[in-house]
């Protein structure tokens, strides 16, 4: 058993109200410079969509991630060959269309245009050529569903669901979306790591994030390639692949990364999982529905001795340990069952969870109004206007099961409240809805604060990095002084 | 005469010496800027019809120089029945000419994407002249010198081992036509600027991701002694 630690991340979709705070937290501290323009580190989607880089989830198309092959786990379309062979021209490598082409605008015209009939308007410029420009996609063009028959109707996980289903879902009265926040998953066995042919890509020893040495990095753009979720980005000026970094130097010194401090809804929860690497290449060749139950085998528990033992000869700190049996991630994921992997189906191991929506119920159209009603107080689970079949394509590699039981432990706890906070339902009902949740009150009430109530220290549960033992007591510590945090020591310019 | 001396007899030193110290000083101080800027991501359809002709021609036209450079008796041997010799002006022909057309529709692809403009530099321009005229001097010679694969071991070879061996043999160069002076002149200057321009990513060539482990993992602190060490993929 080799037992590691990793900064795992769970984002709780029920109360995600789609502002895109996160975004404009990331983008401000991290991509509003030149030939980062069009990143997004942390983005917004609207479900069902084709999402960003549009159709991102077509790995027909992007050849992203692993695939599992007579039990052996290889990158889809890189590697050692098949990325040499094509490293004069990356077939598989989105470009900058594929996102959207930056731009701003000219402002100044707004001053300077000489009196005329007309109001003067300010032209959109591109930030690639400098010329005016013709804007045919954005950062979320297709929000709340804008344009959806172009846009949602393509969502490559409505494969999962029939014709009919399908047409039903853009009819008005069925109408329904969800967001889906996204960063970088920081994975167990990331795909960017992996086919990174300069090595330039790494995981963190200690909490598992996932970096990018942009002095190593060489521009072959494999890892934008092979990453199945798109979120290794390549800046087209300084010729470099850049990615979230999960905030590292705000985790070191304790603090939330700047898109989980700034969740309006406080739908994200941060905290460490400990894991065996010795199992990843075993656990991620099983098959589609059974890597939600494998990924889960592989987080093990900070309560077993053995683990705990097994951690210390590893050379694991103390107050990790502590950090890890304090993690609001592991009862998500693991008391609980009620968070669930990304497009587990990728096989990468992603480290952020989601608790999937509960969506509204189907409406009727009946003699003229329209009712959303049902014998059940809060609807049935199969009456959702999205099918379960949709959400567990994209949260269970297809395991309709997975999907059925975190929902439905989510409706029991929504009904007890609503037992203890109005008393209208009778307590027969509760005991039947709890018992078919296989879940017991003080369950159903920690899940209650965790989601409803926690305070700050309990979303975001941060070990310390212990930096002090990774620098020799000692060393001068002036030598260190700016040598991590923030920025360039030298300005990023290619000159050449 | 004196010019030869400068330029057959001097410059190649110049340029070595260029080559090594540069490339190094470079690849130390500012090993940011040790790669090719790729402009696939704002352009790939024409790239590949491009790139990949052009690299392909352009590494068989290197190794087939550097293998006649290093064993000039057996290429000479080899060369000695016309069928082999045949083939190996063919194929260097086909490489020339590979080479050519990729460079070429590289230089359009450059001037005609107003987007690509944003990551042209001026030395990028200069490079893709000096890249062209190499090409176009060594497909004259090709053409218009026959059985270039028989003679450059036997004539030009002999000139370079000279060069290494710090005696230059002006003699071979004085008899040589214009075009081969020139195609020798700009391989030396392509060697001169070779740590100025992109050309640098040549030496970053991602070759010990054939035998690295697959994922990486930095740790921090040191690892407790005897802790597990297991990498997670083959």
């Known amino acids: ?351 952020l969870f989601y608790v999937p929506p509960l969506l509204p119920v189907l409406g009727r159209a009946e003699s003229g109004t329209y009712d959303t009603s049902t014998p059940d107080l809060f609807g049935a689970l199969d009456q959702s206007r999205l099918p379960i079949e949709y959400l567990a394509r994209l949260f269970a590699g297809g395991n309709v099961g997975k999907v059925r039981f975190a929902l439905k432990k989510m409706m029991a706890v929504r009904y007890l409240r609503r037992q203890e906070t109005v008393g209208d339902l009778k307590p027969e009902q509760i005991e039947a809805m709890l018992a078919e949740a296989a879940l017991s009150r003080g369950e159903a ?25 990774a620098i020799a007591a000692l060393d001068d510590p002036l030598e260190f002084k700016g040598a991590a945090g923030l920025g360039f020591r030298e300005p990023p310019r290619r000159a050449l | 005469m004196t010019t030869d001396v400068l330029l057959f007899g001097a410059f190649p030193y110049v340029a070595m010496a260029l080559f090594l110290v540069v490339s190094i000083q470079r690849y130390r101080k500012n090993a940011y800027t040790v790669s090719s800027l790729s402009s696939q991501f704002l352009e790939a359809k024409q790239l590949f019809w491009g790139s990949v002709p052009f690299h392909l021609g352009i590494l068989v036209l290197f190794f087939g120089h550097l293998i006649g450079f290093l064993i000039p008796r057996q290429v000479a041997l080899f060369g000695a029945v016309p069928l082999r010799l045949l083939i190996m002006e063919v194929t260097g022909l086909t490489a020339g000419l590979l080479a050519l057309w990729g460079c070429v529709l590289l230089m359009l692809r450059r001037m005609t994407h107003p987007r690509l403009k944003a990551v042209t530099s001026p030395v990028d321009k200069a490079l893709y002249a000096l890249l062209l005229f190499q090409i176009v001097t060594g497909l004259w010679v090709a053409l218009f010198y026959r059985w270039g694969s028989a003679w450059y071991v036997q004539t030009l070879v002999p000139y370079l081992r000279s060069v290494f061996t710090f005696q230059p043999n002006l003699a071979v160069m004085a008899e040589m036509k214009l075009i081969p002076r020139l195609h020798v002149i700009g391989a030396f200057t392509l060697i001169a600027v070779f740590p100025f321009t992109r050309l640098m990513h040549v030496l970053v060539a991602p070759l010990p991701y054939l035998w690295r482990r697959p994922q990486l993992v930095l740790w921090n602190r040191a690892r407790a002694e005897g802790a597990p060490r297991s990498e997670t993929l083959r």
């Open chain 1, 1 to 351: 058993m080799d037992v590691r630690s990793q900064v795992s991340m769970v984002f709780h979709l029920d109360k995600c109200i789609g502002c895109h705070t996160c975004s404009i937290a990331c983008k401000n501290v991290w991509t509003d410079r030149k030939g980062a323009e069009y990143m997004w580190w942390n983005n917004v989607e609207t479900k069902p969509g084709t999402g960003y880089p549009t159709k991102w989830e077509d790995q027909d198309h992007y050849g992203g991630g692993w695939e599992a092959s007579n039990g052996l786990v290889q990158l889809r379309t890189a590697g050692r060959y098949r990325g040499l062979t094509n490293i004069f021209h990356n077939p598989k490598l989105p470009v900058i269309d594929d996102y959207y082409e930056p731009w701003t605008y000219r402002y100044q015209d707004l001053f300077d245009a000489p009196a005329g009939d007309d109001q003067p308007t300010a032209r959109a410029i591109s930030m690639l050529t400098g010329k005016p420009m013709e804007i045919t996609a954005g950062p979320n063009w297709d929000d709340d569903l804008g344009g959806s028959p172009l846009y949602a109707a393509k969502d490559p996980n409505l494969e999962a669901m029939s014709p009919a289903e399908r047409a039903q879902l853009f009819e008005i009265e069925r109408l329904v979306f969800f967001y889906l926040p996204r960063i970088c998953n920081h994975c167990l066995n990331p795909a960017c790591v992996a086919s990174c042919p300069s090595g330039a890509l790494y995981k963190r020893g200690e909490d598992g994030v996932v970096v990018l040495n942009q002095e190593r990095c060489r521009a072959w753009r494999h890892c934008v390639s092979a990453c199945p979720y798109k979120k290794s980005y390549f800046n087209w000026s300084t010729g470099k692949s850049e990615k979230c970094i999960l905030c590292y130097p705000r985790l070191e010194t304790g603090q939330a990364p700047a898109c989980f401090h700034s969740c309006v809804g406080r739908i994200r929860y941060l905290g460490i999982l400990l894991y065996d690497a010795d199992r990843i290449t075993e656990l991620a060749g099983k098959s589609d529905t059974e890597l939600v139950d494998a990924q889960r085998q592989l987080i093990l528990d900070p309560h077993d001795p053995k683990v705990i033992a097994a951690a210390r000869a590893g050379g694991m700190h103390d107050s990790v340990l502590e950090a890890a049996k304090k993690s609001p991630v592991y009862k998500f994921v693991k008391d609980w069952g009620l968070a669930l992997p990304l497009h587990v189906e990728y096989r990468t191991m992603p480290m």
């Open chain 1, 445 to 469: 009430d920690e899940i209650y604060r965790l989601t409803s109530l926690p305070t700050f220290e309990e979303r975001f549960v941060i070990p310390p990095s212990h930096r002090e033992e």
